[in-house]
């Protein structure tokens, strides 16, 4: 079994940053690929990053080049680095773990931009 926390999420103006993190615990050895997704109010829920054990990493469109994902292997945490905010990044922001035994959700936390 693997546990997610994240945290970071809140209300911000457009143009704004925000950086969520990702902790995760458990059996965290048999990880492969960790990500990122969001839904917003009435949508599906939808891919945003994802960083692999070898450190590949992938994006949305409409995120590339404004959002980062990186890791912290020491501290077992993925951060998700979002710069120029725009309305329509508004949603919950969920972190994934694919592992050996399964795939595996955190709570979400929830991301507001608006001014």
């Known amino acids: 079994q693997v546990q997610l926390v994240e945290s970071g999420g809140g209300l911000v103006q457009p143009g704004g940053s925000l950086r969520l993190s990702c902790a995760a615990s458990?059996?965290?050895?048999?990880?492969?690929?960790r990500s990122w997704y969001r839904q917003a109010p009435g949508k599906q829920r939808e891919f945003v990053a994802i960083?692999?054990?070898?450190?590949?990493?992938k994006y949305a469109d409409s995120v590339k080049g404004r959002f980062t994902i990186s890791r912290d292997n020491a501290k077992n945490v993925v951060n998700l680095q979002m710069n120029s905010l725009k309305p329509e990044d508004t949603a919950v922001y969920s972190c994934?773990?694919?592992?050996?035994?399964?795939?595996?959700w955190g709570q979400g936390t929830q991301v507001t931009v608006s001014s």
């Open positions: 960083i692999t054990s070898g450190g590949t990493t």
């Open positions: 458990g059996s965290i050895f048999n990880i492969y690929a």
């Open positions: 994934r773990a694919d592992a050996q035994a399964g795939t595996y």
